[in-house]
């Protein structure tokens, strides 16, 4: 018989697990494994020989109880998850829990805000100063950090983009103040750890989504306050103007998937160096044929011209991430041979 509950290791559980709920569900959570982990389980499971129904019984309630704490800090962080669990098991049960899938889950702080509207986080951190607004922005999504670093008055950007992108770590003691002013549940104490958060990386994922005028915005006044942080920035993101950088056979793929008449606004207001790296890639009838429809264009919107610039770096850094064109920047790293 294997020995008592309190003595089994996780892995011993897990195959224990796997064996009470049969072969069928146990096939299942195998296509969700590595290779590795299912070698693991495999042979703890050929080593189970019998198993008591009481130690059984134990696991399969453990398993259930850390199921439904998943499920509640999904639904409103470990706060909500620990008050839920005091309920249904008691405080030092719930407790027990928490603390059993807190030290393996290593719930980021700030998780709650991940799943929030960014227009409701804005609507709290917008009259907060700029080093409380850039410490939650380096928490969030990336996509959420941008909209709400578009909405931020122009004047409060680029400080909020200087001080993620020079944040290094921040106490958790920190963290939890400001998760207490923000009056929201979720702890930030999950390690005694200084939490990492912001930095270049950061900055440049959150500009990467911002709008044209926003980027354009915060690098100039960055460019102003700290020249070498900004050039820092710009050498690890992908603006309209670098494609200028591209290789030609990536501008003929970029091309075949940006809509033409974006592309026509985007050259609108371009130089004369990226407009020939764009005509030099289609063939000569399709390049006289952009440069007609250029012209009886007329005058258009500056925002229109951004906005179109901003879809096609979209479309660029959406090839670039799945392997389709290489975009050379700056360093050795980076070259192309």
Not at 29 to 57: G, P, S
Not at 155 to 162: C, F, L, S, T
Request: net charge negative.
């Amino acid at each position: 018989m294997v020995k008592a509950t309190a003595g089994f290791s996780g892995r011993q559980k897990a195959a224990i697990l796997l064996i009470s709920l049969g072969p069928e569900v146990s096939a299942q959570v195998f296509k969700h494994l590595r290779d590795e982990e299912i070698e693991q389980l495999t042979l703890e499971i050929a080593n189970v020989r019998k198993v008591d129904n009481t130690d059984k019984d134990t696991i399969l309630s453990e398993f259930h109880q850390i199921c439904m704490a998943q499920e509640y800090i999904s639904q409103g962080g470990i706060t909500y998850a620990k008050e839920i669990l005091e309920k249904a098991l008691g405080e030092s049960k719930a407790l027990e829990v928490i603390n059993r899938l807190t030290a393996t889950l290593q719930v980021r702080p700030f998780d709650f805000a991940r799943k929030a509207d960014a227009s409701q986080i804005l609507n709290f951190i917008q009259n907060e100063n700029a080093q409380t607004i850039a410490l939650v922005l380096s928490y969030l999504q990336p996509d959420q950090s941008a909209a709400i670093l578009s909405s931020l008055p122009q004047d409060k950007q680029a400080e909020v983009a200087r001080r993620v992108a020079l944040m290094d770590s921040t106490s958790p003691e920190v963290i939890a103040h400001v998760e207490r002013v923000l009056e929201q549940k979720l702890s930030a104490t999950v390690t005694q750890d200084y939490t990492s958060a912001g930095g270049i990386e950061s900055i440049v994922q959150i500009l990467n989504g911002v709008d044209r005028g926003t980027e354009r915005t915060i690098l100039d006044s960055l460019e102003i306050q700290d020249p070498e942080l900004a050039e820092e920035i710009k050498k690890r993101m992908f603006v309209f103007e670098d494609i200028v950088n591209i290789d030609n056979r990536s501008i003929q793929r970029i091309i075949r998937d940006i809509e033409n008449a974006d592309l026509q606004l985007a050259l609108k207001v371009a130089s004369e160096e990226v407009r020939e790296a764009i005509f030099q890639n289609m063939s000569k009838r399709m390049a006289e044929s952009f440069k007609e429809e250029m012209e009886f264009m007329g005058p258009v919107r500056l925002r229109d011209v951004e906005e179109a610039q901003t879809r096609i770096v979209a479309t660029i850094r959406r090839l670039e991430e799945s392997g389709e064109i290489i975009i050379a920047r700056g360093g050795g790293d980076d070259i192309i041979v």
